[in-house]
């Protein structure tokens, strides 16, 4: 799988927003047709909600797999797309979408890739996996200011006081890493008990023997402070009834959950936060930008994978007609045409 | 077979249970307000209710997985249950649970 350093321009034929089991596909679907692809995703790996949200789980309904999990429908997925090298820009979030004044469109991503291409494909699926936000009063006025809920330079947390709420491996990973530069380290769990690995659930109460990290078991109730800078954290135990824990740092890790994101400001004429498109080419009312999968809209509409890939199969149809004006679209099956074989590596002349 | 549910806004609804079928998808099924995003994998906790005291003792123990889930809830109680893991018989006939904070879709 090609991951590209962050930060830098790229040009391609197509973008594809979403590196769910659509997006996936996509690729495919374009590569026969002589098109490269660029993938955005904000998980750290592709599958969408497949490999996040059930990779052990069965699926039934893919024809010609009786049964295939999540995650196995994903390796499936990325084996079938090897041959056309699409390049992968994960753990990034598509920020921004403008028209350049050669006319194709620059995506901007949360980590600053900046990619340029005519098609963009819109496969965001249920929309974008973030942060679930604990449930507390005046949340908002302290985020990205005193309450994260990603480390992305662990320097920003050198010499604070920080308390991290949560019991799994992202908040035993992180108590631990951050431990040696804060200058205080604090856990906040409801119960005693982690479903981190073990290792770093052992490591931690080595430092909560040792005096070098507090443990809390007790549940978030309130922020302390002012003007988005925490003093502490309002907590509330069995044992102990209310009270404060001094802190001028909350990491909070309560697992992830979908939201539409910045899709929402592309200008596309959302229906109930879905984007409508025709049915011949699901080409939204922008044209030459593509929605495919769950995060589409059109009568009819059926939630599902299979859905999906068909949908991907006539938006290349289309997007071929802008990424090569001049070229003539011929119907080939895989199975017979040598120039398709060729593309896949599977012809006597590629051997 | 009934079921009462107390939606996020404090309104008890009359659902009719169905045998066999998780809590989660008789009050998905309805039409009340429930994100329950992971479909009942036991995984994002926004299918969280609140037992009803009286019948608590009647379900059936909670599985490590589902406490697992359920750190990534709020305002967690001793009480508290994934209704994607409660599956709906006769023996729950009656059975009370409230929409705990966190499940508006
Ligand atoms: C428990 C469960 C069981 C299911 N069972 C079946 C089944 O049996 N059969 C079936 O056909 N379907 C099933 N589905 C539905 C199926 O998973 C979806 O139809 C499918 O995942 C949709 O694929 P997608 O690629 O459109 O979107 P997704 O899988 O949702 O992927 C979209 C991706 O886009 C990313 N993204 C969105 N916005 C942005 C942004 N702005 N920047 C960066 N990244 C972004 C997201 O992070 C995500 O990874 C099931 C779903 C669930 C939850
Ligand atoms: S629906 Fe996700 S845990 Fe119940």
């Known amino acids: ?351 | 077979m009934k079921l009462y549910v107390t939606d996020q806004g404090g309104v008890t609804h009359e659902l009719e249970g169905i045998e066999g079928w998780r809590v989660m998808e008789i009050i998905r099924d309805y039409g009340l307000p429930i994100k329950a995003e992971c479909g009942g994998c036991c995984t994002c906790a926004t299918c969280h209710v609140y037992v009803d005291k009286e019948w608590l003792d009647k379900l059936y123990p909670m599985r490590d997985d589902e406490q697992d889930a359920l750190d990534n809830a709020f305002d967690v109680h001793d009480n508290s249950r994934l209704s994607c893991q409660i599956l709906m018989s006769e023996s729950l006939d009656g059975l009370k649970v409230t929409l705990a904070p966190g499940t508006e879709p």
């Not at chain 1, 040792?210 to 907590?235: P, T």
């Open chain 1, 1 to 351: 799988m090609a991951l590209e350093n962050k930060g830098e321009t790229h040009k391609t034929d197509v973008i594809i927003i979403g590196a769910g089991p659509v997006g996936l596909f996509a690729v495919f679907e374009l590569g026969l047709l002589d098109m490269k692809a660029h993938l955005v995703d904000i998980l750290d790996k592709p599958g969408g909600q497949c490999s996040e949200l059930y990779p052990e789980k069965p699926i039934y309904d893919i024809p010609a797999w009786p049964v295939i999990t999540g995650q196995d429908l994903t390796d499936r997925l990325m084996e079938q797309i090897v041959p056309f090298n699409p390049v992968f820009h994960l753990g990034q979030m598509a920020q921004s979408l403008q028209k350049l004044d050669n006319g194709h469109w620059q995506l901007v991503t949360s980590e600053g890739t900046v990619i340029e291409a005519p098609v963009v494909v819109v496969a965001a699926g249920g929309g974008s996996f973030v942060p679930k936000k604990p449930l507390l009063p005046n949340l908002e006025s302290y985020e990205g200011k005193s309450v994260f809920y990603a480390v992305r330079k662990m320097e920003q947390f050198r010499g604070k006081k920080i308390l991290i709420a949560g019991g799994g491996d992202s908040a035993l990973d992180w108590a631990l890493n951050l431990q040696p530069i804060a200058a205080e380290v604090a856990l906040v769990h409801r119960r005693d008990d982690f479903r981190a690995a073990p290792d770093s659930v052992n490591k931690m109460r080595e430092l909560v023997a040792a005096g070098k990290m507090k443990l809390h078991i007790a549940d978030v109730k309130s922020l302390e402070g002012a003007d988005g800078q925490l003093s502490g954290v309002g907590a509330n135990s069995k044992a102990e009834g209310d009270f404060i824990i001094p802190c001028d740092t909350l990491l909070a890790f309560y697992g992830l959950t979908m939201k539409l994101g910045p899709i929402a400001e592309f200008g596309l004429n959302l229906h109930e936060n879905l984007i409508p498109v025709d049915t011949e080419k699901f080409e939204t009312q922008t044209p030459t930008i593509f929605s495919i999968g769950d995060i589409n809209y059109y009568p009819g509409k059926l939630k599902l994978i299979l859905s999906g890939f068909h949908e991907a199969a006539l938006m290349a149809q289309q997007a071929f007609r802008y990424v090569y004006p001049d070229k003539k679209l011929r119907f080939q099956y895989t199975t017979s045409s040598s120039a398709l074989q060729e593309k896949l590596g599977v012809s006597d002349k590629a051997a």
